[in-house]
Antibody, heavy 125, light 107 residues
């Protein structure tokens, strides 16, 4: 079945960087975008950015421009999110999600499915 | 950027009740609206795409409607497993924004 499996929890100090991985299986990796979404404790879902695994094109939410980088390894079907200059407010669960474009009813739209299991990143001194 | 506003932010209901959650976009998004269910410690689960298209395997007590700027998610005859947080998301343009969530709690 289609599955995204993420790397394990991380604890980092303020100012450090973290790199979270997301390994895809059950579908052709380069055929669907990968998105990254995070949820801080007690907060809602926040979209961070996306990547086209086929050509490596990326896009980021403004608040993460210059601090986040999404990359991929097409030979292993793995996407990565690197976040630099970590601060306490970056403590959150980070999710990857497959972006699908297709027909919903009678319309051509897009959605996220499935999601990875989440990776807790804790930033603390 | 498109802002998504969900209401209510929390909701208390009983098993077998029917509840409705609304989502409003700050500009027209046609039917580029998705609904997700999120339980603590789990990955979010897609329920509805394209505003009203129920995903395979999702019970028919879930339904979605709307287009343009106003959307609703209705859950009929609530079951114990439905108590969770629900999010709307616009996929019309990046940044793909989410509503703030509606926490559905059991009475």
């Amino acid at each position: 079945q289609v599955q995204l499996v993420q790397s394990g929890a991380e604890v980092k100090k303020p100012g450090a960087s973290v790199k979270v991985s997301c390994k895809a299986s059950g579908y052709t990796f380069i055929n669907s975008d990968i998105n990254w979404v995070r949820q801080a404790t007690g907060q809602g879902l926040e979209w961070m950015g996306w990547m086209n695994p086929d050509n490596g094109n990326t896009g980021y939410a403004q608040q993460f421009q210059g601090r986040a980088t999404i990359t991929r390894n097409t030979s292993t079907g793995t996407a990565y999110l690197e976040l630099r200059s970590l601060r306490s407010e970056d403590t959150a669960v980070y999710y990857c999600a497959r972006g699908i474009a297709g027909v919903s009813g009678t319309y051509y739209t897009n959605w996220f499915d499935p999601w990875g299991q989440g990776t807790l990143v804790t930033v603390s001194s | 950027d498109i802002q998504m506003t969900q209401s209510p932010s929390s909701l208390t209901a009983s098993v077998r009740d029917t509840v409705t959650i609304t989502c409003r976009a700050s500009q027209s998004i046609s039917v580029f609206l998705n609904w997700y269910q999120h339980k603590p410690g789990k990955a979010p689960k897609l329920l509805i795409s394209g505003a009203s298209s129920l995903q395979s395997g999702v019970p028919s007590r879930f339904s979605g409607s709307g287009s343009g700027t106003d959307f609703t998610l209705t859950i009929s005859s609530l079951q114990p497993e439905d108590f969770a947080t629900y999010y709307c998301q616009q996929s019309y343009s990046t940044p793909y924004s989410f509503g703030q969530g509606t926490k559905l709690e059991i009475k």
